[in-house]
């Protein structure tokens, strides 16, 4: 495993942190969440997160957040098109459910944790993060 460590406060988040630690952070919260109330209930505990933003330098020196220009999410997760969710699973009751392919999970993260956590960050240009980035395929 690999870790990136952050040292200084910065005006960038209202709680002090990097932009890209607090987009991390909120993303791993959100994969865990899914996970937890069985919105994508074939992802396992182990998760990791990274971001990537492009900054901008002002003719003062400070800098702006650009654009997102990486977001790695790495996860546990069922076997593709193979793990079965039955009425015997802790807490479910609904009807027998087969994991997805891996294209669909992938669609998936996209839409209930990237898409749902960065709806919330605005840049400092004031751009909804979404609108920065295209499609994951």
């Known amino acids: 495993d ?3 460590m952050f040292g200084y406060a910065t005006d960038e988040t209202e709680d002090c942190m990097p932009l890209t630690h607090s987009v991390a952070t909120k993303l791993g919260k959100k994969l865990t969440d899914v996970r937890k109330d069985g919105t994508l209930w074939w992802l396992r505990p182990d998760g990791k997160t990274q971001v990537t933003i492009e900054y901008m330098q002002n003719a003062d020196g400070s800098v702006e957040p650009l654009k997102f220009h990486t977001i790695v999410i790495s ?6 098109l193979k793990a079965v969710r039955t009425k015997e699973c802790a807490g479910y009751s609904g ?6 392919s891996m294209e669909d999970m992938n669609k998936l993260i996209v839409e209930k944790v990237v898409k749902s956590t960065l709806s ?3 840049l400092k240009n004031g751009q909804p993060a979404l609108s920065l980035f295209g499609d994951f395929t």
Not at 75 to 80: D, G, I, M, W
Not at 95 to 100: D, G, K, S, V
């Open 2 to 4: 690999q870790g990136i």
């Open 75 to 80: 996860t546990q997760h069922a076997e593709p």
């Open 120 to 122: 919330e960050v605005k």
């Open 95 to 100: 009807p027998e459910m087969t994991a997805p």
